[in-house]
């Protein structure tokens, strides 16, 4: 395939699917008979309207889990399906006219999101799987073409994604590497208990005159969910001579404060189709220039190879590069809400909070971290009762939440500590987005009060 074009031009306008709904004179958290004032009122999106955008979602499913796999309104939707109808019907001028401007415009619009200097900081790639990859695939050649010392230290967070922990143990512990896993305790309940086990794992990195070269830290730990102090912790890595920190984001864009220049990490990923309304799957890595930083490859080689990670990753081969075009439909989305993506991380994080006391006050346990280390999804301790033992045991009580009582949400298993008894080992994740109701969280709630009325308990589960 010949190289493609690296024009700047904005990809073709994508008309909006319904122009009448911002028209209309009733808005989300708004009253509609306010007097009339000299300027326009802000019309802004009203209940009906969310529950059409995304009316495709199963109605008879209580879908509390929005961390998973994100959620992408019916606006979008079209908007993507524009995109792949103008490739089918005609890839190579799609390819060559098209394709390239299009990525270059959704780089500049994340760039401006994130608050990164250059648009060249910035690559699309599928998701933060395939950005870690990247980053542990260039760790690993430090260690394999001996720019590293085998023993030298990767140090990673307890909490850290299993794919990604499965992703150091195949690129950077073959290569090499000694890895460190950062112990954390849960429930958390400060800060300060994140910062002293990193600082001390650190200096287990530094022991016998070894070195940290990469510090791999989570923004918003997946399960056990909780916010990360990451400026604390890049900070620290800094003072402590690390040599590159990578920080795992996949759910923060949407969800929490997210500033390349106030973090200051060298590599940074997060996914816009978990909590920006974008349809799966994409992801942003964020490369800060610097002269010690070297270059990155994606791993999927293909013809722009030696042109620059942002370049190599917009074209793997003949797929759908559809999810990548639509961040300007997700931005005129999310400017219906009030206050826009800051309203809406506000709103999530206040009723999940809410949610998650009313979830606790009624099953008599507790939250895994205090609200302030939430963002837009919260732990809630289940009632003891339910004999949650096992891995297999919150797996098998998902399945069976979901097939009889239609309530999609996922289950971590604590183990208890020695000498603990009667502890609760169970807790679930809830997230709150805005297609969610009320009602949603009520019939979780029964669900699990009715199985503790009955006597269930999950030895009574077949696998």
Known sequence: MPSSSSSTSSPPPISNPNPNLMDQTHHLNGDSTSPASKKPKLAFITPAEIAAEFAHHDSAVARINNGSFGSCPDSVIQAQRRWQLRYLAQPDSFYFNHLQSGILHSRTLIKDLINADHVDEVSIVDNATTAAAIVLQQAAWGFSESKFERGDAVVMLHYAYGAVKKSIEAYVTRAGGHVIEVPLPFPLNSNEEIVSEFEKALELGKANGRRVRLAVIDHITSMPCVVVPVKELVRICREEGVDQVFVDAAHSIGCTEVDMKEIGADYYTSNLHKWFFCPPSIAFLYCRKSPKNVELHHPVVSHEYGNGLAIESAWIGTRDY?????????????????????????RNHDMVVEMGKMLAEAWGTHLGCPPEMCASMVMIGLPACLGISSEKDTLKLRTHLREKFGVEVP????????????????YCRISHQVYNKVDDYYKFRDAINQLVSDGFTCDLLTN
Do not use: C, H, M, W
Not at 336 to 342: D, H, L, P, V
Not at 411 to 426: A, D, H, L, Q
């Open 411 to 426: 289950i971590y298993f604590r183990p208890p500590k020695n000498g603990e008894v009667e502890v609760v080992t169970g």
């Open 322 to 346: 559809s999810p990548q075009l639509v961040v300007t439909a997700v931005l005129d989305f999310v400017k219906r809400f009030e206050g826009g993506i800051e309203g809406i991380k506000k």
